[in-house]
């Protein structure tokens, strides 16, 4: 990001800003943000957290939150390996003159997934690019039971998962929502499902206390783990588990969250066949994305 502020004459809109990252993480093999579908096309929250970090430190600042310039005079460039300094000589060759409006309305018409939220779609494009985009549209709309681990991924690849899998509600059934990693503290995690027309839900009743999971090694351990948990919290917390599964019948696509990447480690699973067992003609089979 600082790189590409220091090619651009050490300033940039913040709408130029996403769009570029945009295009340089798509040359990218292992990309340097991931991005979601947001109002104004493709978005990266990290990118912006990121840069809202940089200003503490005083590496860039904003005036009018539109703009971001570049404060150090430190030189990041020369630092980045040659092909992603590659990348972004090619990148900014193509589109470093494009305006705001164009960008968009390249990157809606070669990336038609990242506009299906857009506010301004129709400001900018033909009915035939606008047939495009909807067609990327997630069109699932049957009441389905999911469940979805953060481990090892980012919040944006998380919540395109969410989005393709067209989940109108995510159930945080962590029992404490607390995270270092970024984008799944409860808060932040609420905030980004509001930008992207998902609800969000803490239900902490149903998780399960971390001092029991800290020595967990072996699949043997946390079998015994979830053993207990479904003999004591699914016996015990059963206005939960009804909760979740009112909230199922409001919804209908609802996605159970939880931190393990793998299902089998992680205590969403049970709670979701429990809440199959408990309504069965009300409630789908669980579904692990």
């Known amino acids: 990001m600082l790189a590409l502020l220091e090619k651009c004459g050490g300033t940039l809109g913040r709408l130029r800003l996403q769009k570029l990252l945009f295009l340089i993480a798509h040359h990218q093999g292992k990309p340097c943000f991931d991005f979601v579908p947001y109002k104004f096309g493709a978005y990266s929250f990290r990118a912006n957290a990121d840069a809202g970090t940089m200003c503490k430190y005083g590496l860039i600042s904003t005036d009018d939150q539109k703009v971001w310039k570049k404060e150090t005079e430190e030189l990041f460039y020369p630092a980045l390996k040659k092909k992603d300094q590659q990348i972004i000589d090619t990148v900014l060759y193509r589109f470093g003159a494009l305006t705001g409006r164009e960008l968009i309305e390249y990157t ?15 400001r900018y494009l033909e009915p035939e690019d606008l047939e495009q985009i909807e067609a990327k549209r997630p069109t699932e709309d049957e009441a389905c039971l999911m469940t979805i681990g953060y481990e090892g991924i980012s919040a944006e690849a998380y919540f395109n998962q969410l989005l393709t899998h067209n989940v109108s509600a995510l159930i945080d059934v962590r029992r404490n929502a607390a995270s270092m990693k970024y984008g799944f503290h409860k808060s932040q995690l609420a905030h980004v499902c509001r930008s992207v027309g998902i609800a969000y839900y803490h239900v902490p009743e149903v998780g399960i206390s971390n001092d029991k999971r800290r020595s967990l090694k072996t699949q043997e351990d ?12 699914l016996q015990t917390e059963i206005n939960g588990q009804r909760s979740i599964i009112d909230l199922y019948k409001k919804h209908g696509r609802i996605a159970l969250t939880c ?5 089998c480690q992680c205590h969403r699973s049970h ?4 809440l199959h067992k408990i309504a069965p003609e009300e409630v789908s089979l669980p579904v692990h994305i």
């Open 222 to 233: 946390y079998d015994v783990l979830f053993e207990e948990y479904r003999d004591g919290t």
């Open 259 to 263: 931190f393990e990447a793998l299902s």
């Open 271 to 274: 709670l979701a066949d429990n």
């Open 108 to 122: 809606y018409r070669r990336y038609p997934y990242y506009a299906i939220n857009s506010l301004v779609a129709k």
